[in-house]
């Protein structure tokens, strides 16, 4: 494919690596919102750079777009390449309103276009392996999860995109645990309940939330719960699911989230306690996973992992924990609109 990038920020500088080393697609033109490109940057990519967004989406040799631009930017940008013709891979959130996510979705049926989500974490190797035990029974009916997801701030962050509530879907708690929302849909099924509490504790020169617990139910009974920080001076990543027959747990994703490791036990009241743990040696390979999904749902005509429909109910399920908080009480997530 022929690949055109809007975005020159941080997950341009990971994906579009992917599209380069790759010898079947053609990285052909980057869009910033500078005039001339940062030092080197063409350079290191080998291709055009432009500042015009829907010329790059319209470009009749384009097969497909990357948003990756702050969200306030992702409905419009995908819609217009969806209208183009063009398949589109959507960083997360996959926008901040659901009006927005039903457009993109209607862009995509009516142009017959693949419109997919940036949840690379379903992509990384302890997730896709804990997904094929889950496939074939070795944990059982779900019956709860836990996620604990801290990364770094920085000095300045008050000044960044992600502080600003006209560019942001929210604060950290949508801006990183929309990561875990989706894991959760993927491993326990539709999200029914939602109860949730945010705070400011560090970064108060911004007013978007740098900490965010929620508990959620799902539709089948499962408990789940989320805490999701900006506060969290060591990177952490921790997911887990427990079942009727035995239970997982994934630690790590690799870098600077130290090594990702997969436990995989079993239920038994009477044998020895033991786990059988897989870790995953070399760098993140998940841009690369979630790159061949996207291709292969182009070229088998089908809904990719971590679709649009999977991003609208990640942010169906964003809105909803806000509002839980908002209001006091326990929000039911299903047909929720704000």
Request: with cysteine; net charge negative; hydrophobic share 40%.
């Given at each position: ?7 020159s920020?941080?997950q341009?500088?990971?994906r579009a ?11 052909v ?20 750079w432009?500042s015009d967004w829907?010329?790059?989406v319209?470009?009749?040799d384009v097969?497909?777009v990357?948003?990756?631009?702050p969200?306030?930017l992702h ?9 183009a013709?063009k398949?589109?891979?959507c960083e997360?959130?996959?926008?901040r309103?659901?009006e ?6 209607a862009?995509?049926?009516k ?7 940036g949840f690379?974490?379903r992509?990384?190797?302890?997730v ?8 074939q029974?070795?944990?059982g009916r ?9 990364i770094?701030?920085?000095p300045?962050y008050e000044?960044?995109?992600?502080a ?6 929210g604060g ?8 875990a ?5 993927w ?7 939602v109860?949730c509490m945010t705070?400011?504790g560090?970064?108060?020169?911004q007013?978007l939330?740098d900490?965010?617990m929620a508990?959620?139910?799902s ?5 789940a719960?989320?805490h ?12 887990e699911?427990?079942g009727e027959?035995?239970?997982f747990?994934?630690?790590?994703l690799g870098a600077?989230?130290?090594t ?11 044998a ?5 743990v897989i870790?995953y040696?070399g760098g993140?390979?998940s841009?690369?996973s979630?790159?061949?999904e996207f291709?292969?749902?182009i ?7 971590g679709g649009?429909a ?5 942010v169906?399920?964003?809105l ?6 908002a209001?006091?009480?326990v929000?039911?997530?299903?047909n929720?609109?704000?």
């Amino acid at each position: 494919m022929k690949v055109v990038f809007i975005g020159s920020g941080l997950q341009t500088r990971r994906r579009a690596p992917v599209v380069v080393q790759s010898p079947d697609d053609e990285l052909v033109e980057i869009v910033g919102s500078e005039e001339a490109p940062p030092k080197g940057f063409i350079e290191q990519y080998g291709c055009a750079w432009g500042s015009d967004w829907r010329a790059a989406v319209t470009r009749a040799d384009v097969d497909a777009v990357a948003v990756c631009t702050p969200p306030h930017l992702h409905a419009e940008m995908s819609i217009a390449a969806l209208e183009a013709g063009k398949h589109v891979l959507c960083e997360k959130p996959l926008c901040r309103t659901l009006e927005e996510a039903e457009a993109m979705l209607a862009a995509a049926r009516k142009a017959k276009r693949v419109l997919k989500c940036g949840f690379n974490h379903r992509h990384h190797p302890a997730v896709l392996e804990a997904r094929r035990r889950f496939e074939q029974g070795d944990f059982g009916r779900p019956i709860a999860g836990r996620c604990r997801y801290g990364i770094c701030g920085r000095p300045g962050y008050e000044n960044e995109w992600r502080a600003d509530p006209a560019r942001a879907a929210g604060g950290q708690f949508a801006e990183q645990g929309v990561h875990a929302i989706d894991l959760f849909r993927w491993f326990l099924g539709d999200l029914a309940e939602v109860s949730c509490m945010t705070s400011i504790g560090y970064f108060h020169k911004q007013t978007l939330d740098d900490n965010g617990m929620a508990l959620f139910r799902s539709a089948d009974g499962a408990l789940a719960s989320l805490h999701s920080s900006l506060t969290h001076w060591k990177n952490l990543f921790s997911f887990e699911i427990m079942g009727e027959d035995g239970y997982f747990s994934i630690e790590g994703l690799g870098a600077s989230y130290g090594t990702e490791r997969l436990s995989v036990g079993k239920r038994d009241f009477s044998a020895p306690f033991q786990d059988h743990v897989i870790e995953y040696r070399g760098g993140d390979s998940s841009w690369q996973s979630e790159w061949r999904e996207f291709k292969a749902a182009i070229a088998e005509n089908r809904e990719p992992l971590g679709g649009g429909a999977d991003g609208l109910e990640a942010v169906r399920a964003t809105l909803a924990a806000y509002n839980a908080e908002a209001t006091g009480s326990v929000v039911q997530i299903r047909n929720f609109k704000p």
